[in-house]
């Protein structure tokens, strides 16, 4: 150790040091690193920033993977492991921009529609990841589990606490809209929130259903006209065509009947006037 003019002594104070700082990894590389310097492989600032370099990657690691417990996005995708050539109606450098996640900045809608098994759902994980990786506040949920949640706030008295946790998030994904039936109530519990984080917080939905659909979703079309109207004023749409991906190896085998169509999805509406008045959570809690 003497080309590094480190002696025993001073490596266990090292040594003491990392521990002190709680840095285990700093501390399982130092041997090696030091031995670099002793061959003259790095400068003694290289191998400061090696040192840290390799710290930082595991406490990165375990940040990333903190947050996406939080975030429940325990079903890890990733779009490089998306297949966008079985999918030639999507555009792949459209998906790419949005991973910049420029969107979150300002606050829009994504809404990712198209047939059951297109990959609207590993798009919108994808996202998520992306958006945690990036260091921002993510949470997903299908609708049913996010009504069910709010239907059970509203009964113990804590919706707006509820709401207040949905808003936190940076970005919010809400997936499978349209495929179970809203509970009674649900479509409006469902405003509430939307409202609540409206020009505040982005989202990405995904859906099987034509926005013209909605009101069969929540089975009320003023309160779809409300979400609506809400959801399209700052939208980002994209339309997924095609097969699904998970049954491909077995296309020949689905009836026709069974054949999806595509869904069309109208252009956002303009804005006019306040929307129908809905049930507010102070009449809630009246």
């Not at 999507?90 to 198209?114: K, P, Y």
């Not at 020949?252 to 008045?277: C, F, H, Y």
Request: charged fraction near 25%; hydrophobic fraction near 45%.
């Amino acid at each position: 150790m003497t080309g590094t003019g480190a002696t025993p002594a001073t490596l266990d104070r090292v040594r003491r040091h990392l521990v002190g700082l709680k840095m285990p990894r700093a501390l399982e590389v130092l041997d090696h690193i030091v031995r670099q310097l002793e061959r003259g492989e790095l400068s003694a600032l290289d191998a400061i920033d090696a040192l840290l370099a390799e710290e930082l990657t595991i406490r990165e690691g375990r940040r990333i993977k903190a947050a996406l417990q939080m975030a429940r996005l325990t079903s890890i995708k990733t779009l490089d492991s998306f297949d966008f050539s079985f999918q030639p109606s999507l555009d792949r450098n459209r998906i790419l921009a949005l991973a910049q996640l420029d969107f979150i900045n300002r606050h829009e809608v994504l809404h990712l529609l198209g047939p059951p098994g297109t990959g609207k759902s590993h798009l919108a994980l994808a996202l998520g990841v992306e958006a945690v990786k990036a260091g921002r506040s993510v949470y997903f949920t299908t609708l049913a589990d996010l009504v069910a949640s709010l239907a059970k706030a509203e009964r113990e008295g804590s919706l707006r606490e509820r709401i207040r946790f949905l808003c936190r998030p940076q970005l919010l994904i809400i997936d499978e809209i349209g495929y179970l039936p809203v509970i009674a109530g649900g479509g409006n519990l469902v405003f509430q929130l939307v409202n609540a984080r409206y020009e505040r917080g982005a989202m990405v939905l995904t859906s099987n259903r034509g926005f013209s659909e909605w009101g069969d979703v929540f089975g009320d079309p003023v309160v779809a006209t409300a979400l609506l109207d809400r959801l399209l004023h700052h939208a980002i749409v994209v339309q997924i065509e095609g097969a699904s991906y998970r049954l491909r190896q077995h296309a020949d085998l689905m009836p026709d009947t069974t054949r999806v169509r595509p869904i069309t999805a109208p252009q956002p509406p303009r804005r006019r006037g306040r929307p129908p008045k809905l049930r507010s959570m102070d009449q809630d809690a009246g």
